[in-house]
């Protein structure tokens, strides 16, 4: 029996063999899997789209230099015009040992994506055009193909990985590094697949 909480809010980082045009060298945050399959989207692959754009479509005329030329990643191949925006939103209170608390959401309205034209949120957000997804049974079945490798969440993979990817525009480095923040070199991996 599928455990699926265990498969929320993780990372799939693509093996080295995984040779698919769209998925290969990617890194995906997946927030959600069920029985009705699972969805993310891919962290590390920038299009030639910038925030500026999508305003400007929802007819957001003014806004800052930070918004106008911020990269819009590639989410997925799924629903490639819809507008995903993960944004880290801080609490204003610390936990037990001083970490500020905060939360992820993820929606993709004209209302969010309006509220992205002040400078307020700097690099609170990730933008991505599409999303991955897959139907019931479909991700359990690339799991056991050894397509992907599972990462435990983390803030810095989250928004470092989008970060480090739009400063260079280099997904490779950000795949290897999106690894290594796990303990896993890439670099050491066989790109045979094998199973015991």
Known sequence: MTNYASLQNVFLIAMPQLSDSIFSQSVIYLWEYNEQGATGVIINKPTNVQLGELLREVDVKKM????ENYAVLCGGPVV???IFIIRRHHRGIKDPEG?????????????ELAKLAIDEWKD??????????WL????DKELANNDWLVAP????????????????????????NAAARSGIDLKRLSRDVGHA
């Open 64 to 67: 800052s230099w930070h918004a």
């Open 80 to 82: 490639p015009e819809q």
């Open 99 to 111: 970490n500020m608390l905060y939360e992820i959401t993820i929606s993709s309205t004209r209302q």
């Open 124 to 133: 609170e957000a990730i933008i991505t055009l599409g999303c991955a997804s």
């Open 136 to 139: 019931p049974g479909q991700l």
């Open 153 to 176: 969440f983390n803030d810095e993979t989250l928004f470092g990985t989008a970060l480090e990817d739009i400063g260079n525009r280099n997904s490779a480095d950000a795949w290897y």
